[in-house]
């Protein structure tokens, strides 16, 4: 059974920097396109960071030079480092697995920006 468990979130001042785990169970961490999307109220879900199972990456425009999502293979875990956080950052987190035959969701963790 494959799981994703997200944490890290919480309350952070502009300017500040959260990272966010994402550990996958199930052993399909390998051969897994991993993503992170996120939620503002009122508005759609959005990508905002893609890495493949070989390491290549990319990033919405909205946080390029903020963001960057490494991932630790032999750990199943994939990480969200959120650094010079902006108000407008401000959103429920999730994580996702991509296999070639499915889609697999984490539980929202929430991130809020404020002073």
């Known amino acids: 059974q494959v799981q994703l468990v997200v944490s890290g979130g919480g309350l952070v001042q502009p300017g500040g920097s959260l990272r966010l785990p994402c550990e996958v169970s199930?052993?399909?961490?390998?051969?897994?396109?991993m993503a992170w999307y996120r939620q503002a109220p009122g508005e759609q879900r959005e990508l905002v960071a893609r890495i493949t199972r070989r390491g290549s990456t990319n990033y919405a425009d909205s946080v390029k030079g903020r963001f960057t999502t490494p991932r630790d293979n032999a750990k199943s875990t994939m990480y969200l480092q959120l650094n010079s956080l902006k108000p407008e950052d401000t959103a429920v987190y999730y994580c996702?697995?991509?296999?070639?035959?499915?889609?697999?969701w984490g539980q929202g963790t929430q991130v809020t920006v404020s002073s």
């Open positions: 996702n697995a991509q296999p070639p035959w499915t889609s697999y």
């Open positions: 199930g052993s399909i961490f390998s051969i897994t396109t």
